[in-house]
């Protein structure tokens, strides 16, 4: 039953999402429009200054090369020899779909925790090496559902130790960037939000879920498995070649000079959490994959073979920040987050709790800004400054809206094809294969995110 109606879901859901740049012309677009109706007197020329000014701002220069910087060292990081000899060794495990689904969607979840551009080409690897061996031995396998489950790890990645918002509130919010009243907003350390008791709950929960799902969802066949798909390489390890001990010297001088930095850096934070933020998770990349890959050469070849996966990123992420710029230029932030807090108001007048009302607020909100924006910086870059005024005025904590927010961002990430696009060119596959069957995890998975709010 669930095989059908996933495939129901997939055609719908073909006919009705548009590419993922598109969508974010069609934002700004529709943010200048709705700009120029609310302004008591429309001025055409000082949203467009809006837009501009964020645009090109220098922090969204910044923000866009710090989120392009985590993809590209995260895959490069997977491409590593010993990385993909584990991937190959877990590959050999599963014997039928059941396994083979639920091994790949844990195993793609664990690592996006970690860093989620290396849990997206994890699963995309550990989903490709498995169909490559099922079909050499001739065992019946449904490999969009594996394919599928190689994408789960957008499903946690946000309450991860990459996670845009909750690393990007750790630097502090000057109000140059969000305004609380005109005053500047305190970093928020991390274990406020991603080693808070909800944050544990719901990643917890989700481990626990979604390779359920997929053992529930598994029907073995040999259905859409064209042999050139699974006869392709994975992506390359790169190396194999012999160089000099004084290129092996210089990497690792540069990584222990990069070990010393960041040992410093924990030192001088109360908690090593603290001083997780996003140059620390970039850096802690780059030395692992120097490190992993033995030689610079071999590093920065794999570096530069996972660039292209960042392109979607370094285009798209400026206009998100000019749709912030439109917002607060037209006046609409202001009424986003008095609506926002209205809206918490009236659940909690039917007798539900404010807190529990604000954080569903929230987590919808921000799954459906996601459809439009789909990248957790640029939906932060958007949904930000709402959550820090609507949080001001009911009186309720900032590092809980900052979580509900990231939640709905990767919730609905089970129906946005954009993060995607590298699992599907690893594994073959095609978008329709896979979002029958995440959006019925992302339909499931609700559960997981309503109850966490109640009870944590």
Not at 398 to 412: I, K, N, Q
Request: with cysteine; hydrophobic share 55%.
């Amino acid at each position: 039953m669930l095989a059908r109606f996933s495939a129901r879901l997939a055609d719908v859901a073909q006919r009705v999402v548009p590419d993922p740049f598109v969508i974010a012309l069609l934002l700004t677009g529709v943010a200048f429009a709705l700009g120029m109706a609310v302004m008591p007197e429309p001025d055409a020329m000082a949203l467009a200054s809006g837009w501009f000014d964020r645009f090109s701002a220098s922090g969204t220069l910044t923000f866009t090369t710090q989120m392009a910087l985590i993809l590209v060292a995260g895959a490069a990081l997977a491409q590593a020899p010993a990385v993909h000899a584990v991937l190959g060794r877990l590959a050999d495990m599963p014997r039928s779909t059941r396994s083979a689904a639920a091994l790949t969607a844990f195993v793609a979840m664990a690592a996006s925790l970690l860093n989620w551009g290396f849990g997206l080409i994890a699963g995309a690897v550990l989903a490709h090496q498995i169909g490559v061996r099922a079909k050499a031995s001739g065992r019946a396998i449904n490999y969009p559902l594996v394919g599928a489950a190689g994408y789960m790890g957008l499903l946690v990645w946000h309450g991860g130790l990459s996670g845009s918002a909750p690393l990007k509130v750790t630097e502090g919010l000057s109000s140059d960037w969000l305004l609380k009243n005109g005053e500047s907003v305190p970093g928020i350390a991390l274990d406020e939000t991603l080693f808070s008791p909800l944050n544990l709950g719901v990643s917890l929960g989700l481990l626990v879920l979604v390779p359920w799902l997929f053992m529930r969802m598994s029907r073995d066949g040999r259905e859409r498995v064209p042999q050139e798909i699974l006869d392709r390489e994975p992506p390359p390890s790169v190396g194999g070649e012999r160089f000099s001990a004084l290129s092996r010297l210089l990497g690792l001088l540069v990584v222990a000079l990069g070990v010393m930095a960041l040992v410093g850096r924990l030192l001088e934070s109360e908690a090593w959490w603290r001083a997780l933020s996003l140059d620390v998770v970039i850096l802690l990349l780059v030395l692992a994959g120097m490190l992993l890959f033995g030689t610079p050469l071999r590093y920065g070849r794999a570096f530069c073979s996972a660039v292209p996966e960042a392109g979607g990123i370094l285009l798209q992420f400026p206009f998100y920040f000019g749709i912030l710029g439109i917002l607060q230029a037209s006046g609409l932030v202001d009424m986003l987050a008095q609506n926002s807090a209205d809206m918490a108001r009236t659940l909690a007048s039917l007798g539900l709790p404010l807190q529990w009302s604000f954080d569903v607020t929230t987590f919808f909100s921000a799954g459906l800004v996601n459809l439009f924006v789909p990248s957790g910086g640029g939906q932060w870059a958007v949904q930000g400054s709402i959550l820090v005024q609507a949080t001001d005025e009911l009186g309720l904590p900032l590092p809980r809206a900052v979580m509900a927010l990231s939640y709905g961002d990767e919730w609905t990430n089970m129906l946005q094809p954009f993060w995607a696009l590298a699992l599907l060119g690893i594994t073959g596959l095609k978008a329709r294969d896979i979002l029958g069957y995440t959006m019925t995890v992302m339909l499931c998975s609700v559960v997981v995110y309503l109850g966490a709010f109640a009870l944590l």
